[in-house]
């Protein structure tokens, strides 16, 4: 059942990616919800579904969306392998954590991406590299975290049972 729910998620996510984010920038940035997702999944089930969901949502969007193969899925995966280190250490009811591991793996992504664009020889200029590490992209995934954290929390809350007198 997991499975299926990751891999509805990377197919629901590339569709809203593709239609929706586009018309919802804020000063000309839009949020990049694979790294929301990556970090959610591995923060929810820990490095192995992290690193999977990284490398499947990574490439499909190289796939459908960027001109260099791989770069994403590369970037992702190790984005959703390292921040599932904190699976077990980490309390997983927080919206804190949430935003800090997603402000974090952004920077990570952007700053990794950048690097990836000036060994394969695209025009990258080091001020609008800077620019894009530390942008406005690094609040708004953060905010986007803490409100899809808070969704999937009322989704799937987990029954209370008890048997009993009340």
């Not at 690193?51 to 994403?72: C, E, K, P, R, Y």
């Not at 590490?133 to 209370?160: D, W």
């Amino acid at each position: 059942m997991t499975i299926l729910i990751i891999t509805m998620s990377i197919i629901l996510n590339i569709i809203i990616q593709a239609t929706l984010i586009p018309h919802i920038g804020v000063f000309g940035v839009v949020p990049n919800t694979a790294i929301v997702l990556v970090v959610m999944i591995a923060l929810k089930k820990g490095r192995i579904f992290g690193s999977v969901f990284g490398l499947l949502a990574g490439l499909l969007q190289d796939v459908l969306f960027s001109i260099t193969l791989g770069v994403n899925a590369f970037i992702l995966f190790f984005i959703g392998y390292f921040v599932g280190f904190a699976y077990d250490s980490l309390t997983k009811e927080s919206g804190v954590n949430h935003f800090i591991f997603t402000a974090l793996s952004t920077v990570f992504y952007n700053a990794l991406f950048s690097l990836f664009q000036f060994f394969l020889s695209r025009d990258i200029n080091f001020v609008e590299a800077v620019r894009s590490v530390f942008s406005f992209e690094v609040i708004y995934n953060g905010i986007i975290a803490v409100l899809l954290f808070m969704l999937v929390q009322r989704i799937f809350i987990q029954p209370n049972l008890r048997f009993g007198r009340r």
